[in-house]
């Protein structure tokens, strides 16, 4: 067995959110590549509008971002009624402990610091999305 064997059976939509073209861009290349529909959000407010129109299986947002930042978006949609339970990844810079504890205290399911690395993002996402 390989360790590709699943992912053609692998299905789910997953909304990233990011200030940066090019992290999106690699998130979605990676996770487009194991099987996943990927929703596009350049920030936290565009996240919301995303959610309100596409059914989404996780959020994997940043943290640092304009308009609305990854906890204000987390609280967000925790507190939302069609998407509160969706798990959502936290993939940022940040790795001090303080922010990790405002994040879990927010609603996030995970924390993976960036540079990361395709296979763990992947591990990830299917732990999360089982």
């Known amino acids: 067995m390989t360790v590709f064997e699943s992912e053609g059976n692998m299905s789910g939509t997953i909304l990233i959110v990011d200030d940066s073209a090019s992290i999106r861009q690699m998130i979605s290349f990676t996770l487009k590549k194991a099987g996943y529909n990927i929703v596009e959000a350049v920030d936290g407010a565009d996240a919301m509008k995303k959610l309100a129109t596409a059914k989404v299986n996780m959020v994997i947002t940043d943290l640092n971002m304009p308009n609305m930042n990854g906890i ?59």
């Open 72 to 130: 204000e978006l987390i609280k967000n949609i925790r507190k939302n009624s069609t998407c509160r339970f969706a798990p959502v990844i936290m993939l940022t810079t940040e790795s001090q402990d303080s922010k990790k504890q405002e994040g879990k205290a927010a609603g996030a399911t995970g924390w993976i610091v960036k540079p990361f690395k395709p296979d763990q993002l992947i591990s990830v996402v299917k732990k999360v999305l089982k």
